[in-house]
């Protein structure tokens, strides 16, 4: 397979997202978040049965595959789980702490993963991880299945008339578009530095083409920093909710996001500084993703929350997308993370608007269809 066609793969994963995940991950309020959430484990256990096959069009479509699931990755669990938490009555402030534990082992479990995808690798070939992630899939079908309860948004509701709900909401609703463009510009970039952090790093006189580059970065180790940055930001994050709301600490967060990221356009050719500067960053993604959390079980209206996320992953996708041309059309090592520096420094504006906004959050309104 040439370098062309893994490149046109890279992008349909994100373009899938961007046009027919919103449609399957917006099912969530009319068919149930559960069943959803069961759709996800088929869609991804589909995507890697295709991983076995050489062909260019059955990647492709486990590629885009990928791309639904991954709507409802980041949709369907959240929009239960809020449901579920304000439904049983547990207190408000616990959901913070939910968001918080949920991202510290997500980094936990990102460390485990690859490792045991390593070693699935070494013993079985480059094909085995995603055998190992089909049987995880297949693990978490089963207990979705067996112990979740279903929840709706406005399930009574044409499909039709739930977008139509979900756009009315962000047209009349400043802080659900605060929202949507914070997660878009912040999440545009954070994925930016997924694709460019060992560029960015990699010393001035090795190339992409060098056989040395892999020997050059220790990729395992600057992986392992980052998901421990991760958990210092989770755990940053419940101390500082614990004295403000995350609508007054994200500006902050989000200003020193966008500072960070300019350490390679700054200090280009410097790894120490550079990799502080990431390092940096990724505290803040650990504070960023329960916050937003936080935010948007506050502000989005149940009957149509899953419809929202979904809406909001179109211009996050579209961003990802862009950033991928500029890097395939080779960008200077580095620095195409000046425009996700850009992006993040123009989110700092949105949290701002809630100081304006109602002291008091949306109330959930719980129904059962």
């Not at 390679?264 to 990799?275: A, D, E, K, S, T």
């Amino acid at each position: 397979m040439t370098t062309h066609q893994i490149k046109i793969l890279f992008v349909a994963g994100f373009g899938s997202s961007m046009v027919f995940g919103t449609v399957v991950g917006s099912f969530a309020d009319k068919y149930g978040r559960r069943n959803n959430c069961i759709i996800y484990g088929v869609l991804y256990g589909m995507a890697c049965v295709t991983k076995h096959f050489g062909n260019f069009w059955v990647l492709m479509l486990g590629r885009l595959l990928g791309g639904v699931a991954t709507s409802i990755l980041y949709s369907a669990f959240e929009s239960w789980v809020v449901y579920e938490h304000s439904a049983r009555g547990y207190d408000s402030d616990s959901l913070n702490t939910l968001f918080s534990q949920a991202t510290l082992t997500n980094s936990l479990v990102a460390v485990g993963a690859g490792l045991a995808a390593q070693l699935a690798a070494d013993c079985f070939g480059f094909v085995a991880p995603f055998d190992t992630s089909l049987l995880v899939l297949i693990i978490m079908v089963i207990v979705i299945g067996c112990t979740w309860t279903e929840n709706h948004g406005d399930c009574s509701a044409p499909l039709t008339q739930t977008f139509t709900s979900a756009i009315n909401a962000i047209k009349t609703d400043p802080k659900i578009l605060c929202l949507g463009l914070i997660q878009s510009l912040f999440e545009g970039a954070m994925y930016t530095f997924v694709l460019e952090w060992t560029p960015a790093l990699t010393p001035p006189d090795k190339t992409e083409f060098s056989s040395e580059l892999r020997e050059a970065i220790p990729h395992g180790h600057i992986f392992a920093g980052f998901m421990v940055a991760i958990m210092i930001g989770s755990s940053l994050f419940k101390l500082l909710c614990a004295h403000k709301r995350p609508e007054w600490f994200m500006r902050i967060v989000l200003f020193v996001s966008a500072m960070a990221l300019l350490a390679p356009v700054v200090f280009h050719g410097n790894q120490q500084v550079i990799l502080s500067g990431f390092l940096v960053f990724e505290v803040c993604v650990g504070i960023f993703w329960p916050s937003l959390s936080t935010m948007r079980s506050n502000y989005v209206p149940e009957e149509a929350r899953s419809t929202i996320m979904n809406i909001f992953r179109i211009p996050l996708n579209l961003i990802v997308v862009i950033m991928l041309l500029q890097v395939y059309l080779k960008v200077g090592r580095g620095k195409g993370l000046s425009l996700p520096s850009l992006s993040m420094y123009d989110a700092t504006y949105w949290p701002g608007e809630f100081f304006f906004a109602d002291e008091k959050g949306d109330k959930l309104v719980c129904k059962q269809c």
